[in-house]
């Protein structure tokens, strides 16, 4: 997998933490000091509005820096290594369960010829999203506020995007049944997962096959200097996914796909 060339920091001189700056140089992404404003602004109101209204369980700033935005970007690499459809590039992503907007708005604000769809089923959070969307002037992003189980069923959404990616939100025979009805064939989910994910796996492969998909890779992550070991879970869309899916709002968590718990999707 391709991945830009990383490195630890210096220590400042003054014994201070690094600043965003400092960590984005390092992860080795290139941010225009636009974008990189942009991002400082995200993070500033992320922060802010935590305090108030429960938006991440990550409170402090320097772990909203390593721990959310250096995290989300580790998916860049990926993003942009992902094979062309029909001969374009990808070029619309979806976060399912974005939160705060994570990756989905790190990804849009380093990525501007992305367009990018942030979906959450809970309302503060998305009324924050369209608060930062509208003070940060991003005009690549748009928020939804719904269930994915749902839109999985709306032609305007179903086979409508390239990359779907959600961090922090399901097992992954859950992501699946959520992800793979709102992507186009040949399109791909980037799930970030933990290290662990031997037992999630074991049901993750008939899952997919059930829908239409096919897990291509899981191999780790570049750190990136987010300090967090991640794996990242691609599955490609090989198939349409059968109309039955997704099931009903909370089913694809509580009977995930692949599990000898379940049983298929009746009609
Ligand atoms: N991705 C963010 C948030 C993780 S918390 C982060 O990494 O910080 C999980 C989020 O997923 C919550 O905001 C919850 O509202 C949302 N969510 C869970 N199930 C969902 C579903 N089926 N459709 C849409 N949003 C969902």
Known sequence: MLAPAASTPRPRPDG???TLDELVRAAGISLDPEHLDRLKRYRDLLFKQNQSTNLTAVRDLPSIERRLILESFRLIAPLRALPIINDVRPQSLIDIGTGGGLPGMVLAIACPD???FLLDATGKKVAFLDLAIGELGLGNVVTIHARAEEIGHRPRFRDGFDVVT???VSSLPALFELGLPLLRVGGSLLLPKGVDIAEELAAA???AEILGGKIVDTGMLPDLGSTIVTRLVVVRKMIATPSAYPRRAGIPA????GSNRIGQATS
């Open 16 to 18: 201070q933490a690094p």
């Open 114 to 116: 992305l367009n990018v």
């Open 166 to 168: 959600a961090r922090a």
């Open 205 to 207: 492969d008939r899952a």
């Open 254 to 257: 509580r009977s995930p796909l």
